[in-house]
């Protein structure tokens, strides 16, 4: 059983567009994030939810927006897609969110815009 | 503010060197420490953290990592490097005094020759 797992793996598509990513975990974790990867392989944290409560919000174009339906559901909206955009989306999700819990990633979602 | 520095954005050994690679946090108090392994395409997975427990710390594959709080390292080693330990290795702090946000360094991409 995937623990960790983000739909879609690939997506392409032209700027301008809005697109959904969307992560579960079925590890019964109260805390989940979005991480960007860019290209040098940097990650950098977008957002994080404890019990569906946003706990961290970086500075983020407000053109994306999480949303967490449910403790084991985190999805990522982003509004008119820029070139900038392009990375790599993973979801991690962790029992709570303390400093000492172990994250766990999903695979990776690859955003490309063209 | 925390932060953490990994050494070498790349490193080559030898099938059956040793591996080292380096990493250090800026704390004020000693943090929760880790490393992280991403293996192609893949998301991120822990080695093994630092808790405040024992300084050294045994991972998964045979990886291990000491924590020295004089030096403000935690290098990770493993004895003897395998074809599959190549992979991207991320050093990540996060506080232990509260606060919810984990740092991950830059990443060191591993290379193993044969």
């Known amino acids: 059983d995937t623990a960790v797992s983000q739909t879609p793996k690939y997506l392409v598509t032209q700027m301008g567009n809005d697109k959904s990513i969307k992560c579960e975990q079925n590890?019964?974790?109260?805390?989940m994030y979005w991480y960007k990867q860019d290209s040098k392989k940097f990650l950098k944290i977008m957002f994080s939810y404890n019990n569906k409560e946003l706990i961290i919000n970086e500075t983020v174009p407000n053109r994306f927006s999480p949303k967490s339906p449910d403790k084991a559901h985190l999805n990522l909206h982003i509004n008119s897609l820029e070139l900038g955009d392009s990375a790599v989306y993973f979801c991690a999700s962790s029992q709570g969110p303390l400093g000492g819990d172990t994250q766990y990633f999903g695979p990776g979602t690859r955003l490309t815009v063209l | 503010a925390q932060s953490v520095t990994q050494l070498g954005s790349h490193v080559s050994v030898s099938e059956g060197a040793l591996v080292l690679l380096r990493c250090n946090y800026s704390?004020?108090?000693?943090?929760?420490l880790f490393w992280y392994v991403q293996y192609p395409n893949q998301g991120l997975q822990l080695l093994l953290k630092y808790t405040s427990a024992a300084t050294l710390v045994k991972g998964i594959n045979g990886f291990e990592a000491e924590f020295k709080k004089s030096e403000t390292s935690f290098h990770l080693t493993k004895p003897s490097a395998h074809m599959s330990d190549a992979a991207e290795y991320f050093c990540?702090?996060?506080?232990?005094?509260?606060?919810?946000?984990?740092?991950f360094g830059a990443g060191t991409r591993l290379f193993v020759k044969a």
């Open positions: 704390s004020s108090v000693p943090p929760y």
């Open positions: 590890l019964g974790h109260d805390t």
């Open positions: 990540a702090v996060s506080p232990n005094t509260g606060g919810f946000k984990t740092i």
